[in-house]
């Protein structure tokens, strides 16, 4: 009896051991997988936290892009209008200036002489004539439409003698007439329209233009 108790003390001394060792293994297992599933969640938010820093930066670079390409586009806008006012000024300076436009007071009806006003005004603009050297003095005649009603005078040849009374003066101011073309149009361009007294006013006029200088050939 007292053997049969020592032997069934040692069995539950060695059950009692065994069973402690396996409770002690298990913490160890799970805080091993504990350790791993925090190692993983570590990286994982480092490599978000990377993705993150890379996205920022790729937005600071697009950023930068677009804000020269803004630069660029800018220059190049400035550069055209640049260009375009340099073609402008070019154009401009090889079209006719108009010096004044002599209206229907200028003139009584079907006649040529040139009222006090004109004549003043002529004056004015004789300098800029003489100061541009080799430049042409272009004087157009226009009338309306209505007839002269005077035998062998219709409105082109009248407007071609208003035309050719301001080249005189010209000529007597000292502008040489070998500079100066007087053209009679008659009613063939009309600024307004007929139909009425205040139309027709302002198509009996005499415009006077100052053609630049042409360049010579093989020179800019």
């Known amino acids: 009896m007292r053997f049969l108790i020592i032997g069934l003390s040692i ?14 293994e298990i913490p160890d297992h799970d805080t091993s997988h504990q350790d ?9 938010n480092n490599v978000i936290k990377r993705l993150t820093e890379d996205q920022e930066a790729n937005k600071a670079i697009v950023a930068n892009l677009q804000a020269t390409v803004s630069q660029l586009e800018d220059k190049l806008k400035t550069k055209q209008e640049v260009i375009e006012s340099i073609k402008t000024a070019d154009t401009d300076n090889n079209k006719p200036k108009t010096l004044a436009v002599f209206g229907g007071g200028t003139f009584s009806p079907g006649k040529i002489a040139l009222n006090d006003v004109a004549l003043s005004t002529i004056e004015n603009f004789v300098g800029e004539i003489s100061a541009s050297q080799g430049s042409r003095v272009i004087i157009e005649g226009h009338t309306d439409n209505i007839p002269t009603g005077k035998q062998n005078v219709d409105n082109m040849d009248l407007s071609l003698r208003r035309a050719k009374a301001i080249a005189n003066i010209l000529v007597s101011h000292g502008v040489s007439p070998d500079r100066i073309s007087a053209i009679g149009y008659g009613d063939a361009h009309p600024i307004d329209s007929n139909d009425t ?20 050939e093989g020179k800019s």
């Open 11 to 24: 069995l539950f001394f060695s059950l009692s051991t065994i069973i402690t060792f396996k409770a002690l």
């Open 36 to 44: 791993n599933r925090k190692d993983e969640t570590s990286e994982l």
């Open 197 to 216: 007294e205040e139309g027709r006013a302002k198509n009996r006029r005499v415009e006077v233009k100052l053609m630049p200088k042409e360049p010579i």
